[in-house]
Nanobody, 118 residues
Framework: QVQLIESGGGLVQPGGSLKLSCAAS????????MNWYRQAPGKERELVAG????????NYADSVKGRFTISRDNAKNTVYLQMNSLKPEDTAVYYC???????????WGQGTQVTVSS
């Protein structure tokens, strides 16, 4: 049974930091690229950051470059998103995604709420 379980969301003041974690099980984690998406109320889901299966390459949305860092630990089957200098516009539900494009496979977590507000 495939599971992606996000944690680490919550309420934080502008300028603060949060670290999201996504624990994976039920598939061979090291074969999958991992991504973080987010969806704010009334908006489409957008890609925030991605990391390749081996962790060699990363990519970020322009809106989070220099503030967010994605990383993974293949020994722990976990992907992380370190979020610094948070802004109110970062408020959204953050989703973990596992993708193996060659096999057209996508897995999704249930999401974790991040709220940036004073």
């Amino acid at each position: 049974q495939v599971q992606l379980i996000e944690s680490g969301g919550g309420l934080v003041q502008p300028g603060g930091s949060l670290k999201l974690s996504c624990a994976a099980s039920g598939f061979t984690f090291s074969n999958y690229a991992m991504n973080w998406y987010r969806q704010a109320p009334g908006k489409e889901r957008e890609l925030v950051a991605g990391i390749t299966a081996a962790g060699i390459s990363t990519n970020y949305a322009d809106s989070v470059k220099g503030r967010f860092t994605i990383s993974r630990d293949n020994a722990k089957n976990t992907v992380y998103l370190q979020m610094n200098s948070l802004k109110p516009e970062d408020t959204a539900v953050y989703y973990c995604n596992a993708r193996r494009s060659a096999f057209h496979i996508n897995y999704w977590g249930q999401g974790t709420q991040v709220t940036v507000s004073s």
